[in-house]
């Protein structure tokens, strides 16, 4: 048995071989992935460009500008004159944001009142909106404190002040190659090793090839096991590719055991293999194939967590987000790197993914004997 | 001429209809990345599960929970009783966030003294935890004033301060589907257009029909028109279907003209079928074609901020993303959708588009035309 598997894994790894671009891309992709999500996958967004209509030309409005533009978060970059400039660079993007301060802010303030501004964002990316919102809010909050403590007296920090100490664990400069990173590692285990099983298998069928393998004394069993091997030692390179290049260029520190990683990462390759097998019982041609893939692609990209948190999502997408592998694997693959979280505190997620791969692996392996 | 291009769009429709799964995939694709984004793509953080240890037990310690729970950012959903169970919770994801009142935090706080609380935050999702990280100060510094408020006998209204009334332009409710409409129309129209044109090519000369294509009197400008119109018409079709859909379901607002949107999609149609066509030229199988067209959309998406924004990327990605056609129509599609501005605001990148397409399409029909020969 052991023979007859070897000699199609030899097999394969010939037609490999003889396209050695599809190899070399096999590993350049994962690099490639590695590098665009960890530099531009933030959502970070600091120096907004931000346009100021001071209205009022008081010492307290010049102190207002002053407080928001320390605080990071937005470049004063313009000064305007007129709210309809102001909405011309906003709705040219070359600002984001947008202070306007009416004439009487000043006023206001020394006469004890609360004095209003408007604070105009640009919503069309949430996420920049979303944090601009609260910044715009935290610094007026901060400069009301200032104006308590000059009118009353009262140093509002040191005298009645709660003082939070935050503690952020794991990723404490909240790093956000530390959190996709591990995300990329689940994700090459997942979808590429599916995408390359469902391939060869198809190209066989497309080419006729398959026949010709059915007449020998193979059995259906032989003929996976054999095919698949290569592309699980392909997978299997490009992690450890992944995390070489994580720990040394991105400096991810890994927290737990990488021997539990590897071990749990081949149980992973089983489900991602069955899932490619089971694609290739459906599709006739590579075309098929490769839209099989890209059609699950999509859903285990976006409801897994991979790229947004499941808790923010209506709860019927957390439902149905029970029935993907990858969700598992997302919780495993970053426990152990980020959280050094050992089998005491994941069996519930290798449990899952243990069922899951053997109910996948059968249905697609008595599929597939039954389609030879 | 005229003639002769039907013909090759008749034999390549042939080849669509003869392949209904695929087809049917080329439909269900935009819906189904409609769907997912519209509904899964939530950066906005609220309701955070938080797990509360409260050393203090007085009525003070209960008045902070109850400001957390009420900011809607936090939810408390356990009670911890020693630091370990804490942590254990957060280190199983149970909880994201962990209020920590040691004891004494109220003695502190009636002797007017400054009060320590600690806030545990799990930082492995940075999203989640920089959200997390400004709102637990938030709210203790809205605390704060109101309990030096009540020193001086004043509440948080009468107190002097600068209120703030944020106006959120183009977008007000910060929807994450509103972000992601323009630039799904703009996504599709790459990738529709780019990997069938590729794969369709590379599919003839893998299968030796090219050359019988070749003796006939058919020159290679309308081959290549004619194999590829089929695939701009399925696009336009896509395109609209998400606008349909976007306006009709997710009610997506289109604030500017949708003729000059599709006019200027047509010019970046030129930029993603040159891409195509230049990808079959150096493809030799469709696995290959495929990888090749992935690569370029790959970077594509990341770079031109259609997933992350990119003021957001190290200055080398942003110089970078100037180079990404994809990037220009993106600001494009939301400029007019979102924004409803016109070509006076959007001629730079209009004119960005053009000269991609220029120049991407005509090396790549270069380069079909010498291979041919």
Known sequence: ?372 | MSSRIIYVIYKEVIHIVRDPRTLAVMFLIPIMQLMLLGYAMTTDVDHIPTVVLDQDLTSQSRDLIKAYQASNYFDVSHYAATEEELRRLIDKGSARTGLIIPYGYGHDLEKHQSAQVSFVIDGSDPTVARTAFAAAQTVAQAKSIQLAGEKIGLTLETLPGVSVHPRVWYNPNMKSINFMIPGLTALILQFLTTLFTSLSIVREREQGTIEQLMVTPIRPPELILGKVLPYVAIAFFDLAEILIIGVFWFGVPIRGSVPLLLAISTLFLLTTLGLGILISTIARTQQEAMYLSFFTLLPSMFLAGFLFPVEAMPTALQVISYVIPLRYMLTVASGIILKGVGLRILWPEVLAIAIFGVVIFGAAVRRFRKQLE
Do not use: C
Not at chain 1, 123 to 134: C, D, E, N
Not at chain 1, 207 to 233: C, D, F, H, N, W
Not at chain 1, 246 to 260: E, H, N, R, T, Y
Not at chain 1, 302 to 331: C, D, K, N, T
């Open chain 1, 1 to 372: 048995m052991l023979r007859r598997i070897l000699a199609i894994t030899r097999k394969e790894i010939i037609h490999i071989i003889r396209d050695p671009r599809s190899l070399s891309i096999m590993f350049m992709m994962p690099v490639i992935q590695l590098i665009l999500l960890g530099y531009t996958a933030t959502t970070d967004v600091e120096h907004l460009s931000t346009a100021v209509l001071e209205q009022d030309q008081s010492l307290q409005s010049r102190e207002l500008v002053d407080a928001y533009r320390a605080s990071n978060y937005f470049d004063v970059r313009f000064y305007v004159s007129s709210e309809g400039e102001l909405g011309r660079l906003i709705d040219a993007g070359e600002a984001k944001a947008g202070i306007i301060i009416p004439a009487g802010y000043g006023r206001d303030l020394t006469g004890d009142h609360e004095a209003s501004i408007a604070f105009v964002i640009d919503g069309s990316i949430p996420s920049v909106a979303a944090t601009a919102f609260s910044a715009a809010q935290t610094v007026a909050q901060a400069q009301s404190m200032v104006l308590i403590e000059r009118l009353y007296g009262i140093d509002v920090e040191q005298q009645a002040g709660i003082d939070v100490r935050p503690r952020v664990w794991y990723n404490p400069d909240m790093k956000s190659a530390n959190f996709m990173i591990p995300g990329l590692i689940a994700m090459i285990l997942q979808i590429q090793s599916t995408l390359f099983t469902a391939l060869s298998i198809a190209r066989e069928k497309e080419e006729g090839t398959i026949e010709q393998l059915i007449v020998t004394p193979l059995r259906s069993i032989e003929l996976i096991v054999g095919k698949v091997m290569p592309y699980v030692a392909v997978s299997l390179f490009n992690l450890v590719e992944v995390l070489i290049i994580g720990v040394l260029w991105f400096g991810i520190p890994i927290q737990g055991s990488v021997l539990l990683l590897l071990a749990l990462g081949v149980l992973a390759l089983l489900s991602s293999l069955g899932i490619g097998l089971l694609a290739s019982t459906i599709a006739h041609t590579q075309q098929e194939a490769i839209f099989l893939i890209f059609f699950l692609m999509l859903p285990f990209m976006f409801l897994s967590g991979f790229f947004f948190p499941l808790e923010a999502m209506p709860r019927v997408l957390q439902l149905i987000s029970y029935l993907i592998p990858l969700r598992y694997l997302l919780v495993i693959v970053r426990g152990i790197i980020l959280k050094g979280a050992g089998l005491s505190i994941l069996w519930e997620q290798v449990l899952a993914l243990l069922l899951f791969a053997s109910a996948i692996l059968a249905l697609a392996a008595s599929r597939f004997r039954k389609r030879l």
